[in-house]
């Protein structure tokens, strides 16, 4: 996180859910460092602020370990969007969705975004092989981004090192359990976002439709920062320091006694 975002108010919550080992760490450092890393699990949760335009957004990533299943839903409360992540290659990936995580989420705004996230598609799908973006994946040892223009070197994804791994769940399978999602939150799905828009498969190695999948949440969860502000703006807090610092003698106490 650049150092000066760190006392940046967070103007809205993204959280990304999943198992352990299905990339959310991984997918977090290609959207925000720009570059692909081998990581450990995560311990807890971790906290990433990204500046879109004039907005602070955090994201959280949390772990997918079953002695932390507990602190997920209190990373999801007031979340405005929900990242939903399985591994391609993993269908029980996708069942532990449903099965663990989707109620966590009862914590999470009533007006929460879904989105259903496969990722690791670079290990069966040729066309994730290849980040489209000539700006998203520059080396890992580069200081610098790819100048816009530029080629992107081709990653090594496992299909082209001797590796390839099955794809075991398809497209309609998780458009079939983002509906299941809309009916657990009771939201009818003719009203709702239509799966085509809201179910990504991505590759944090090579940075595959990583970007369309956050800038596309960015652009959703609009309307609930918009809101935020206006709501802060109507009931503003009260500064502590004025109360304490203001006029003197009586007057001063009184501020006192009715702030502190």
Not at 216 to 241: G, M, W
Request: with cysteine; aromatic share 8%.
């Amino acid at each position: 996180m650049p150092e000066g975002s760190k006392m940046k108010k967070p103007d809205v919550k993204v959280v990304l859910l999943g198992d352990m080992n299905v990339g959310k760490t991984s997918l977090l450092h290609r959207y925000t460092e720009r570059k692909f890393k081998d990581t450990v699990s995560t311990v807890g949760g971790a906290f990433f602020l990204k500046q879109w335009g004039p907005y602070n957004i955090s994201i959280w990533d949390t772990a997918g370990r079953e002695q932390f299943h507990g602190l997920g839903s209190m990373y999801c409360r007031g979340a405005a969007a929900v990242i939903l992540t399985y591994d391609v290659t993993n269908w029980q990936s996708l069942a532990e969705l449903e099965e663990r995580f989707l109620s966590l989420t009862d914590t999470a705004n009533h007006d929460c975004i879904y989105a259903l996230v496969g990722n690791k598609a670079d290990l069966t799908d040729p066309k994730a092989q290849l980040t489209p973006n000539p700006d998203v994946a520059p080396d890992e040892h580069e200081e610098e981004r790819t100048p816009s223009g530029c080629p992107t070197p081709p990653a090594s994804p496992a299909s082209l090192s001797g590796v390839t791994l099955n794809k075991q769940v398809t497209p309609e399978e998780a458009a079939a359990l983002y509906g299941r999602i809309l009916r657990y939150k009771g939201l009818e799905e003719k009203s709702s976002l239509p799966a085509e828009k809201m179910c990504f498969e991505t590759s944090a190695k090579t940075g595959y439709n990583v970007d369309a999948l956050f800038e596309a949440l960015f652009d959703l969860v609009l309307p609930s920062i918009l809101r935020k502000r206006n709501e802060n703006q109507e009931s503003p807090t009260v500064d502590l320091e004025e109360c304490r610092g203001g006029g003197g003698g009586g007057g001063n106490k009184r501020a006192r006694s009715a702030c502190c």
